[in-house]
């Protein structure tokens, strides 16, 4: 039977991507192989509480909600989140996936709306970008990058007009690091077709809760 590290299940308003502002179920799946340095989950890295498939479900269930994330941490370490995510598609409405990019996401269920949060240099994992994966996004899938300075802008910059992914793009300051205002401009300047991102949760509820 399928068992799984699980740091927290619950419901919020969903902070980022385009489905932003709508409640959802988040299920926050323990560990991370990555350490970005301006991560905000670090709580997940390790411990988790082990639940068997249907035990998530139930308490997803509770929660009344259709749209479900799972994130993390990264959720596709643990070798179970691929058939946990095929199960969460047959039963709700709408399912999203947080993952970091550095795990392969073509052989996932293609009903998952994959959010790939490609890491920029200042994030200090930008080595573990595979780069194949922007191949694999599809429609309902998401390209994210979260920026911490000019440096990490002019790569994100240069990542969509080489690769124009054909998925909305969106462009996250570091919360309390870059101000959004400073971002926005310098978006403006390019006149760059991609959209700002605020962590909503963090502007809701103190940005220090456990929400996301
Ligand atoms: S991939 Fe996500 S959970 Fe892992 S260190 Fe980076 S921001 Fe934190």
């Known amino acids: 039977m399928t068992t799984l590290r699980v740091i927290e299940i619950y419901a919020s308003i969903q902070g980022e991507s385009t489905r932003a ?26 411990g988790g509480e082990p639940m068997t498939i249907d035990e998530i479900t139930d308490e997803i269930d509770g929660h009344g909600i259709g749209l479900i994330e ?45 959010i790939m949060d490609m890491k920029a ?25 979260v920026i911490s300075d000019r440096t990490d802008y002019d790569w994100a910059r240069e990542v969509v007009e080489k690769h124009r992914p054909e998925v909305p ?13 400073q971002l926005s401009e310098w978006m403006l300047a390019d006149r760059l077709a991609v959209r700002m991102q605020l962590q909503q949760h963090k502007y809701i509820w103190d940005p220090e809760a456990r929400r996301t």
Do not use: M
Request: aromatic share 8%; with cysteine; proline share 9%.
């Open 21 to 46: 502002g709508l409640p959802c179920t988040f299920v926050r799946l323990a560990g991370c192989p990555l350490r970005c340095r301006w991560c905000d989950t670090v709580y997940s890295f390790s």
């Open 121 to 145: 240099p200042g994030s200090g994992e930008e080595s573990r970008n595979l780069w194949q994966n922007l191949e694999h996004l599809k429609v309902g899938d998401e390209l994210k990058i």
């Open 70 to 114: 799972l994130t993390g941490g990264e959720p596709l370490a643990q070798p179970g989140a691929p058939e946990l995510l095929g199960v969460l598609c047959d039963r709700y409405s709408q399912v999203l996936l947080e993952t970091s990019g550095s795990f392969p996401i073509e052989e996932l269920d293609p009903r998952v709306g994959v």
């Open 169 to 181: 793009v969106l462009f996250s300051p570091v919360f309390g690091e870059l101000e959004p205002s």
